[in-house]
Each structure stands twice: as structure tokens, then as C-alpha cells.
């Protein structure tokens, strides 16, 4: 079943800067897909397409059932999450669960549905303990989750998340994998922009690099194994691989490298 269909998709802006060339690619509706590029190559572009923040000017995009364009932008909004790199620009409320409660409300949800979809998506990304607390007295790691959870009362099927990990540190990075493992478990698609090869090579299904608005390639995460191919990405192989090359032991992060090393060494079972 289809989540995310886009064909011959292009698009210029003013000044006659094309961001996107003939973009093709699909993704099956309930996968993790990393789109990886170097800046300037058109990911943020390609995913203000999704929910019709831009209107495809040449190409189609399809969204589950519905196609981008402007008959369809109420019920896009809803099916299509975005949450952006800096969570201030999304949260807008005094209050966290306030901040969660507007998407709801603009929909004309009762109060009771109100309600009962800001305590689920508090539920959700483990956040319950700050329904009450100033936004704006957050950690990073905590106003993307706030920021996410805004979106998730919504009641998206599509999860679209610009360079979700950046500026989080550690523990905060962890936190919101695991948040995202578990949304991905309920059935929700989830699409990340990122510059992160580790972690792309770790969470994804599946692949979509993107080089000066055209693909470079679409298709499974192990790809980024691939020396050529991430050289021509202007890309840096992930960590885990360059420590296990040549030696037939993979991996999909440092860690799960390194138990594999010490138990092929018998240091460790």
C-alpha cells in the first residue's frame, strides 16, 4: 500500500533557482525513510511538498489517497505531519498542553476530543510530566517532543520530520529515537531529512539521496555501504561501516560493531 508517491516532481523558485529535478520515488506506508543530501540539494523543499505548503509546479505528489494539490490542502494537513528543524517556529501556546490543544481546536474538535487527544499524544512522546510547563523553559529535546506531539494530535497517518536530531544531545537524541520507534510501531509512516548517515544507516528502511534537485538514488539504507555512491553524494560512509570493512562482520550501529568484533575475538559473548 502506497504512503508516498511522487512522479517526475520539479520545481523552481524565483530568480530561476530550480530546487528539484524530475524527482521519482515511492515508500510504502508504514516504512522509515531518511532522505540524506547535502545542503542546497532540495530535501526541504521536496518535503514542503508533502502536505502542500508548496504546490507542485511539474510532477505529481501523492499522499496516501490524496493527491498535493489545493482541493485537498484541508484533509493533507491533517493526514501529513511536518514538524521543522526549530520548534520554536511551531509551538505557539504559554502552556504545553495548551500548545498540543490547537491543532485539535482548529479542527473543531469538542473539548472532550480536545481533551482526550492532548493527554494521548502527551502519552505518546513520554511527556506527560510537562502538560503544565512554559514551553519556552524547555530543553531542545523536549520542545521537539512537545512539537511532535502538537502534530500528533492531529491524528496524522504521515510523520514528516526536518533534521529531527540536530543540536540534541545524547540522552535527548535517544529519547526521541525511541519515541519515534514506538510511533512507527503504532503504524505511523515516518519520513526524516537528515545529514546524519549514522543514524540514518541505523533507524531507516529505506533511502533517498538527493544531489543538486535530482536523486541520486532511492532505495534500501544498506546502500550507504556503497563507497562510490556516498562520495557522489558529497556524504561520509557511516561510522559502524568503515569500522567493519573487510572484515565480513556488519552492524548497524558503533555499538552493535563492537559486541560483533568482541565476540568473533572471544573477548565477549
Known amino acids: 500500500m502506497k504512503g508516498i508517491l511522487v512522479s517526475e516532481l520539479s520545481?523552481?523558485?524565483?530568480g530561476n533557482k530550480q530546487a528539484l529535478k524530475n524527482v521519482s520515488f515511492q515508500l510504502d506506508r508504514?516504512?522509515?525513510l531518511a532522505i540524506l543530501g547535502a545542503n542546497?540539494?532540495?530535501?526541504?523543499?521536496?518535503?514542503?511538498?508533502?502536505?502542500?505548503?508548496?504546490?507542485?509546479?511539474k510532477g505529481k505528489v501523492t499522499m496516501g489517497n490524496h493527491g498535493v494539490e489545493q482541493k485537498n490542502l484541508k484533509i493533507l494537513?491533517?493526514?501529513?505531519?511536518?514538524?521543522?528543524?526549530?520548534?520554536?517556529?511551531?509551538?505557539?501556546?504559554?502552556?504545553?498542553?495548551?500548545?498540543?490543544a490547537f491543532g485539535p481546536r482548529n479542527l473543531r474538535c469538542s473539548e472532550e476530543e480536545v481533551f482526550r487527544r492532548v493527554k494521548e499524544?502527551?502519552?505518546?512522546?513520554?511527556?506527560?510530566?510537562?502538560?503544565?510547563?512554559?514551553?519556552?523553559?524547555?530543553?531542545?529535546?523536549?520542545?521537539k517532543k512537545v512539537a511532535i506531539a502538537g502534530v500528533l494530535a492531529m491524528k496524522p497517518e504521515i510523520l514528516v520530520l526536518d533534521e529531527p536530531f540536530t543540536g540534541l544531545d545524547p540522552s535527548s537524541r535517544e529519547g526521541l529515537k525511541k519515541a519515534l520507534e514506538d510511533l512507527h510501531h503504532q503504524g505511523h509512516t515516518l519520513v526524516i531529512t537528515t545529514h546524519n548517515?549514522?543514524?540514518?544507516?541505523?533507524?531507516?528502511?529505506?533511502?533517498?539521496?538527493?544531489?543538486?534537485?535530482?536523486?541520486?538514488?532511492?532505495?534500501?539504507?544498506?546502500?550507504?555501504?556503497?563507497?562510490?555512491?556516498v562520495k557522489k553524494g558529497n556524504l561520509e560512509s557511516p561510522g559502524v561501516?568503515?569500522?567493519?570493512?573487510?572484515?565480513?562482520?556488519?552492524?548497524?550501529?558503533?555499538?552493535?560493531?563492537?559486541?560483533?568484533?568482541?565476540e568473533a575475538l572471544g573477548i565477549e559473548k
Open 11 to 14: 520545481y523552481t523558485y524565483s
Open 30 to 32: 508504514g516504512k522509515k
Open 40 to 57: 542546497g540539494s532540495g530535501k526541504s523543499t521536496l518535503i514542503q511538498h508533502f502536505n502542500g505548503l508548496i504546490l507542485p509546479q
Open 77 to 100: 494537513r491533517q493526514k501529513v505531519g511536518i514538524i521543522f528543524d526549530h520548534p520554536d517556529d511551531q509551538i505557539i501556546a504559554s502552556k504545553v498542553s495548551e500548545d498540543i
Open 121 to 143: 499524544a502527551l502519552s505518546q512522546m513520554g511527556i506527560e510530566e510537562l502538560q503544565d510547563s512554559s514551553p519556552y523553559e524547555l530543553s531542545l529535546g523536549q520542545k
Open 197 to 229: 548517515v549514522d543514524m540514518a544507516y541505523e533507524w531507516a528502511d529505506e533511502l533517498l539521496i538527493l544531489k543538486e534537485g535530482e536523486v541520486l538514488y532511492t532505495g534500501v539504507v544498506e546502500a550507504l555501504e556503497d563507497k562510490e555512491l
Open 241 to 262: 561501516v568503515r569500522l567493519l570493512e573487510n572484515t565480513g562482520i556488519t552492524g548497524k550501529n558503533i555499538e552493535e560493531g563492537n559486541r560483533k568484533i568482541k
